[in-house]
């Protein structure tokens, strides 16, 4: 039987896709937004492309505020966006 392959939904682009393709965002127990690399963080998570477009997308579409019910702030995005391309 073949293995069942876990999909997720990008908060960007709405396309499913293979979770290990995807970069998933945790809300902390603390309420703090961080990027999980491993994927194995507590907290609710969000998946996201690994591309700037994505996330262009996400912050237009207010994807993470769905994602989180919660506003974000404009930082947020900022150090997601400097994370995601590691500048």
């Known amino acids: 039987m073949a293995k069942k392959i876990p999909m997720r939904q990008c908060i960007g682009?709405?396309?499913m896709k293979e979770k290990k393709?995807?970069?998933r965002i945790i809300?902390?127990?603390e309420g703090e937004l961080v990027l999980d690399k491993t994927g194995r963080q507590n907290g609710r998570g969000a998946y996201i492309c690994n591309n700037a477009e994505c996330l262009?997308?996400?912050r237009?579409?207010?994807?993470?505020?769905?994602?989180?019910?919660q506003s974000i702030n404009a930082e947020?995005?900022?150090a997601l966006e400097k994370e995601l391309l590691g500048t």
């Open 13 to 15: 682009c709405g396309e």
């Open 60 to 69: 237009k579409s207010k994807g993470l505020e769905r994602s989180f019910k």
């Open 56 to 58: 262009a997308k996400a």
């Open 21 to 23: 393709e995807l970069i």
């Open 27 to 29: 809300k902390t127990p």
């Open 76 to 78: 947020i995005y900022d």
